[in-house]
């Protein structure tokens, strides 16, 4: 008996630690379990929770060649821990979504009353959102396009992909891998996943368009409520938004380009985030920076007059378009080089 108990703890000490993460977090394995998992704060920048763990877990042996080298740790590609995490992709992202669903909602309970802050948050989250689409939507299409890579270059929006993976019947004729049932259905349930957080998003996206129209009658009057949400993120608030004058308005969020203006004397950007408008971006190139100060302007007005007074006033959005129309009308034609 006590052989069998020696025996059992030895074999308990020869086990390794693998230290592999996904998306949303990182965690630490060990004979098929996770002893430990620590999510990312910053999805832009996971490295501190990854060294976090392997600080506690030294001997632990990571996938990734380049965060094992980053921490001069031991590499193995691929092992146990890898393996593992892959084989129970389906209850470890249920996991992660009801985290991810719940760090949201918590966030935007723990923000300010002051719902610019709530929408601020609420900004803040959609662009980590879509941060981990963009990763899961990728990855969906290398791994299937193993199997299927037709359907890779026919479809190219990502959630209609996403949905055809789910729903596809297997394969009669394709240049790809002949795979087990077992592997496709896996991939069937990533595809299954990944819609989850994305519609979620699109739950997200209507809650921070209903939220900024009632905050800015006038603002998402002019532009989309979703750009006006953007632009008082950037800004810190309603209130910053309103002080700010046209020109910064004009370039908030081209700040890298502002910076290398300044600094190594290249061209000045003629408008930042307020190029989503399609007013501005569907305009030939000789007209956005004119549309884009006019409507810089008339943001500046519409910001002002929600923050101090939340009276709503048409002749603001009014104003524009008829800018607009004198701007398209008088610059029709490409100006001539001089």
Known sequence: MQSSDRNKRRSEKNMKEYLVFNAFGAFIVKDKKILERKFFKDLKNPVKEIRELYEKYPDSVLENREIAERLSAKHEFPNKGGMFLRDNIDSIMKLDNEYYISLVKEKIKKASESKDKVIIQAVQALE???????????????????????????????????????NEERK??????????????????????????????????????????????????????????????????????AMLPASTIQVLGAEPALFRH???????????????????????????????????????????????????????SEAFEIRLD?????????????
Request: positive net charge; charged residues 35%; aromatic residues 10%.
């Open 128 to 166: 980590q959102t879509d941060q981990s689409l963009n990763f899961f939507f990728e990855r969906l299409r290398e791994w299937y396009g193993l199997y299927f890579p037709e359907l890779c270059d026919r479809i190219e929006n990502h959630a209609e992909f996403a949905e055809l993976v789910k």
């Open 172 to 241: 009669e004729k394709s240049m790809g891998a002949d795979l087990e049932d077992t592997d496709i259905e896996m991939m069937k349930s990533f595809a299954d996943k990944t819609l989850e957080i994305y519609n979620f998003r699109e739950e997200l996206v209507r809650y921070i368009k209903e939220n900024t129209e009632k905050l800015t009658p006038n603002l998402s009057n002019l532009i989309n409520p979703l750009l006006v949400a953007k632009l008082i993120s950037l800004a810190g608030s309603l209130k910053n938004l």
């Open 262 to 316: 300044l600094r190594k004397g290249a061209k000045p950007p003629k408008h930042g985030i307020i190029f989503q408008d399609p007013r501005i971006h569907t305009a030939p190139k000789w007209q956005r920076g004119k549309i884009a100060r006019s409507l810089a302007s008339k943001i500046a007005i519409a910001a002002k007059l929600d923050f101090y007074s939340g009276e709503f006033d048409e002749s603001v």
């Open 326 to 338: 004198v701007i398209r009308e008088k610059y029709k034609e490409r100006p001539k080089r001089r």
